[in-house]
């Protein structure tokens, strides 16, 4: 079933190097701008320490972006024994799991590696679903952490959330400072043209790569999902009932989209112009398509 493992940990590695790139890129800017070498290895440093940041405490992040708080054996028995059972069939470690107190339905994992794993839903989602649902979306997250999709989706919330903390320090500071580029001739004004091209491509930039790295595995956890309950029609179910829900989730942001089984901006028509998922419908569609 877990076919991708080695490709996701490559591409996690391919992210944290593209990362320190593109922070010593705007150190090196950063520290030309204001003739100050030593902002340059700030900068490295600072990269270095995201990097192993986002490896060994995304999840802790992703699970307070989200308010998250742990669901235990007795307030959420199926939720729980469900889980149990499927991780047991997937042969994993039984994952930590977080409730998020939100009536839209959503469920997401997260993690660095199969023994360090969180499996999340919202109350709506447990609310909402039979059990045959519910174990459809449990074994698609599963698949995620059996695939170690959870590295790399988790750290992509780190990461690309501070490319673009960092871009915004750098457009404040040459606002702030507006009156230096006098001094500085043709070069700080091409300086300024350079970080303010990098702040427009950021969010572009981050977009992009969540696209890339979330729709086939959304796939690929449908199909190894099904696969491990032996009913796709579960997993189609809860689907179909997860996007007739048009309301968006109270607390999440653009950083965590891509982790959620479902689009959690539902209802809101600007953000599908970047959704990280592909169409409930489509996917509906072959999952049912198992059954024949």
Known sequence: MYTHQSSNIAKTYLLMGLFLVVIAGLGYFVSIYYSNPVLFYIAIIFSLFMNVASFWWSDKIVLSMSKARPANRQEFFDFYTSTENLAITAGLPMPKLYVIDDPAPNAFATGRDKNHAVVAATTGLLQKLNKSELEGVIAHELSHIGNRDILLMSSVVVLVGF?????????????????????????????????????????????????????????????????????????????????SYNQPMKNTSTATAHLFISNPFSGKSVSNLFSTHPPASERIKILRGMVN
């Open 163 to 243: 490319v673009s903390i960092i871009s915004d320090m750098f457009l404040r500071g040459m606002i702030f400072s507006g009156n230096r580029d006098n001094d500085k001739g043709n070069v700080g004004g091409i300086l300024a043209i350079v970080g303010i091209a990098l702040i427009i491509l950021s969010p572009i930039i981050a977009t992009l790569i969540k696209l890339a790295i979330s729709r086939r595995r959304e796939y690929l956890a449908d199909a190894s999902g099904a696969l491990l309950t032996r009913y796709p029609e579960g997993l189609a179910s809860a689907l179909e009932k997860i996007s």
